[in-house]
């Protein structure tokens, strides 16, 4: 079974290479993001695809862009984040609030938006959100991050339980991965280096190393995968290999 999965960041680094997974599998793609220029070139690379402009901190907007994915959709991907390292003496109340506005609450407004398309579709639908190793791993400077993927670990389970045996929702929980918003932390080799030696497999993961995992919990075949939060990182989060 095929249909149209509809990925907001769908022209980040980590968007467009679940978008080419997911075209892979036979699914149509609507892209949505903020960056009009990328989503075309990102739709122009995948041999066409539909998208949408939106911002994901405005519900309206968010909306708008899923109403344009269509009345049906077999998936909602919500590929979209914020990397804010501040010790906890430096963030503003502003930049907790963008970090949960963002990863958080714009989940929900996705979610919320695409449900009725959701629940249309023919089959099961999938949910597929967005965190991060920090939230099981203590990690200084990430107070804020970690507290907003938190909720939205929350969030899958509390609409794994809602929505089911209609709709399955999931959650991917990277480690650092070499995209366009991890670029501030990527441009110091020796830091690259240092970070990649905590990991088992002793990388930086690819966003192509967690598209595979994402094409799949969309796709019909994970159709007995529901309210999780699945790691994909190198074994960082579980492994430790010295000392």
Not at 222 to 240: E, H
Request: proline residues 3%; charged residues 15%.
């Amino acid at each position: 079974m095929s249909g149209t999965i509809a990925i907001l960041g769908g022209s980040g680094g980590m968007g467009s290479a679940i978008a080419r997974a997911v075209k892979a599998r036979g699914y149509h793609v609507h892209l949505i993001g903020r960056n009009a220029e990328r989503l075309t070139e990102t739709a122009h690379m995948l041999g066409g695809a539909g998208h949408s402009v939106a911002d994901v901190e405005d519900e309206a907007s968010v909306g708008r862009a899923l109403a344009e994915a269509g009345t049906e959709l077999a998936g909602l991907c919500y590929a979209v984040g914020t990397i804010n390292l501040k010790p906890v003496g430096r963030l503003s109340g502003d930049d907790v609030a963008r970090d949960f506005r963002i990863n958080a609450q714009g989940a929900f407004y996705a979610v919320k938006a695409a449900l009725p398309a959701l629940k249309a579709y023919s089959g099961t639908a999938s949910v597929l959100l967005f965190s991060t190793i920090a939230v099981h791993q203590g990690f200084t400077a990430h107070a804020s991050v970690a507290m907003a993927k938190g909720a939205v670990e929350g969030l899958t389970l509390s609409l794994a339980a809602e929505l089911a045996p209609k709709i399955r929702v999931n959650c991917i929980a990277p480690s650092l991965t070499r995209t366009p918003l991890a670029s501030s932390l990527l441009g110091n080799e020796t830091m690259v280096t240092a970070i990649a030696s905590m990991h088992a497999l002793q990388r930086l993961g690819e966003p192509e190393d967690i598209a595979p995992l994402a094409a799949l919990l969309l796709s019909d075949e994970a159709g007995w995968i529901t309210g999780q939060s699945i790691g994909v990182d190198g074994g960082r989060a579980t492994l430790r290999t010295k000392g």
